[in-house]
């Protein structure tokens, strides 16, 4: 492989973190515990460090998460709700001090610390003491408006609550979090009634309050703890302190648990207590957070760009235990990607049993020296994960066994075969019943359409029965067959089919995203909906057509061609129709009567006077498209600062190719 120059490593590590943000914030579906991205973006702050140079205003480090979800109305914060720095030892948390006292030129800072819980970021405002909007953190400028599912969270108040006056404008942040024993009752509901447990409170309390029904938020038991103010007009507040007292006078739920510090040490001592302690608590926190209480000093202190100079979030170290690896079984994915999974001896960890984890593929097991009966150091990675770290071998008593993937799939005895290149082994065979149910659990999932009450166990049993064999035969059950399954009672076999009669209208993006197309994620779904209004457009669709739509490249655009290229997909998708499917499609609100309407843009280089996320904004506000790739279809490409390849093909193309000026001025915006 050859070595990779800086310019190049920084933005192949852009893209990834870029990617996993998008996953985290926008799909609710991170793939990375949150240790794992903090070493992500722990690398890419050294590089840019050793390279200042190739620092761009596009990086993770300038910004402060994503952008909000198109599924919500947009609210732009009036003051940005910048993340926090992190700490990962007490080491951290001394040179936090020392950073801070050599800014202000004191020789002791006055601290507050308090539990950092690991939920969602929100903001509440109220206007007249009455609430009145409320938001998801978002980018840190602008977040999704969420506030009629805020509201069905008994400890938020829809009104201020006061024996004095009540502040004309209070805009309060806060997290949104659900206790250990509501988590663990709600689980125990589902599984009684047949449904796969949720995976952990933090993003089951995320998932919750970005449900479209407010109605699905009120049955899930959340909380919230708040902690900071954004713009206050009535009151003066000038430490952190008195802050925390002054909310619950107001109704406002604050965290009671919070510690004034002289100086650092007293700091590091409630770090140690809360990593000692944090098992006693009756709700899920990571680390601690650490603020200057001066709001004077924190003016002073200022901020970069994406955190506050002035607080910090000390990290707890990544909970770790030793078990054996006692197997090693094979599940098969959607695709007939055979994944090995590590069947342990049972060890609890920080309050979880864990009996499994993932061990991702061959190459990963061999790389580890992973034998089965190994005793082993497993890890929760971000308190959430499981993940095993390492093997023991000095533990090794000469019985241990090296593992091999299968050459036959255990599901359907088909071959087993590896690309080369690639790190999966896959199942050959299409109709693979393993790969049947995990098809069709993907297509009835919450990204996709959706049918709540269909959990992994209930496909599962309509598979195995035969009364499933494609996403079609979903929509043929009926009352008595449902009836007749296990944990199936007349009252839940008529929910689950008024959700899939429901379904047959859902949006056209979620029907292509549970359609399962290779490199197809939620987003893409919803950038190809946008694009192509039916599957009838879709089927007709070139390659270029495809390659001009945003998030869709030359590999992702083969995929689809693939797909709507394949005999069977066309008749699974023409007895769909005949069984009534019919999916609608959220179109914005027409522009009519601009220069850029159905114009398509590509960008490159770096602008000097906005960044190309806002420049793509204002196409857009204009009825134009924004795309990654540049195809015969691209009406515009816009050049600024170090514009790479793109701008070669362009010229060769010849496309229309504009500097920043000329792009300024066909949006009137250069004067």
Same mark, same amino acid.
């Given at each position: ?443 009835? $999932?919450?990204? /996709?359409?959706?049918?709540? %009450?269909?959990?992994?166990? !209930?496909?599962?049993? =309509?598979? +195995?029965? *035969? ?91 083969? $995929?689809?061609? /693939?797909?709507?290229?394949? %005999?069977?997909?066309?008749? !699974?998708?023409?007895? =769909?129709? +005949?069984? *009534? ?91």
């Amino acid at each position: 492989m050859m070595e990779q120059s800086p310019r190049e490593a920084l933005e192949r590590l852009r893209q990834e973190i870029e990617r996993h943000n998008h996953l985290y914030y926008i799909e609710a579906n991170p793939e990375l515990s949150d240790a794992e991205y903090d070493a992500l973006f722990a690398r890419l702050r050294a590089l840019e460090a050793a390279h200042p140079e190739l620092v761009t205003p596009d990086s993770p480090t300038q910004r402060v998460g994503t952008m909000p979800s198109v599924a919500f109305g947009s609210i732009e914060h009036s003051l940005p709700m910048l993340s926090l720095g992190n700490a990962f030892d007490e080491q951290g948390l001394i040179d936090f001090d020392r950073r801070v006292r050599s800014l202000v030129g004191l020789d002791e800072i006055l601290y507050v610390a308090e539990p950092k819980l690991d939920g969602l970021s929100v903001e509440l405002v109220y206007e007249q003491g009455r609430l009145v909007r409320g938001s998801t953190r978002g980018d840190g400028r602008v977040g999704e408006n969420i506030l009629a599912n805020l509201k069905t969270i008994r400890s938020i108040p829809l009104r201020l609550r006061s024996t004095s006056s009540v502040p004309t404008q209070l805009e309060v942040r806060g997290e949104v979090y659900m206790e250990r024993a509501a988590f663990e009752q709600l689980n125990n509901d589902r599984n009684e009634a047949g449904l796969d447990p949720f995976a952990n409170p933090r993003n089951l309390a995320a998932g919750s309050l970005r449900q479209i029904d407010p109605a699905v938020t009120a049955l899930r038991p959340l909380s919230i703890f708040c902690y900071d103010v954004g713009r206050v007009e009535g009151i003066a507040v000038e430490r952190q302190q008195d802050l925390l007292e002054l909310l619950p006078e107001f109704g406002v739920r604050a965290n009671p648990l919070f510690r004034v510090c002289q100086g650092i040490e007293p700091v590091l001592e409630f770090y140690r207590e809360m990593i000692a302690t944090r098992e006693d608590l009756p709700y899920e926190v990571d680390g601690i957070v650490v603020k200057v209480d001066a709001f004077d000093l924190r003016e002073q202190l200022g901020a970069v760009s994406r955190s506050p100079r002035w607080a910090i979030a000390g990290k707890f170290p990544a909970a770790n235990a030793m078990t054996q690896l006692l197997d090693i079984t094979v599940s098969i994915g959607r695709t007939g990607a055979l994944t090995p999974v590590a069947v342990l001896e049972p060890v609890r960890l920080h309050g979880v049993e864990i009996s499994s984890a993932t061990l991702h593929n061959e190459d990963e097991i061999r790389r580890k020296d992973l034998r089965i009966g190994d005793h082993v150091v497993i890890q929760r990675a971000g308190d959430v994960i499981p993940k095993v770290v390492r093997s023991l071998p000095e533990l090794r008593t000469g019985d241990e066994r090296v593992f091999s993937m299968p050459k036959t799939c255990p599901s359907c005895d088909s071959p087993v075969h590896r690309e080369t290149g690639d790190a999966a082994h896959r199942c050959v065979n299409a109709s693979c019943p393993a790969r049947l149910k995990q098809s069709i659990y993907h297509f009835v $999932s919450k990204g /996709a359409l959706d049918i709540e %009450g269909m959990g992994s166990k !209930l496909v599962e049993q =309509l598979v +195995r029965e *035969g009364l499933v064999q494609s996403p079609a035969d979903l929509f043929r059950l009926d009352r008595a067959t449902l009836e007749n399954l296990e944990r199936m009672g007349p009252k839940s076999a008529d929910n689950l089919l008024q959700q899939l009669e429901q379904s047959k209208t859902a949006s056209l993006a979620r029907w292509i995203f549970g359609l399962g197309i290779p490199g197809i994620g939620a987003h893409g779904a919803e950038s190809l909906a946008r694009s192509h209004p039916s599957f009838d457009h879709l089927k007709e669709a070139d390659e270029d057509a495809l390659i001009a739509v945003d998030e869709i490249g030359p590999i992702t655009a083969q $995929s689809i061609l /693939a797909f709507f290229g394949n %005999g069977a997909n066309l008749e !699974l998708l023409s007895e =769909l129709t +005949r069984l *009534g499917i019919a999916p609608t499609v959220d179109t914005p609100p027409a522009i009519e009567g601009t220069a850029l309407e159905g114009k398509r843009f590509v960008f490159t280089g770096t602008l000097s006077s906005l960044t190309r996320p806002e420049a793509g904004q204002l196409v857009k506000a204009q009825g134009g498209f924004v795309t990654s790739s540049i195809s015969k279809s691209t009406d515009y490409v816009v050049c600024g600062q170090n514009p790479g390849s793109k701008a070669d093909k362009a010229q060769a193309l010849g496309l229309t190719v504009l500097d920043e000026n000329e792009f300024l001025a066909l949006l009137d915006l250069d004067d």
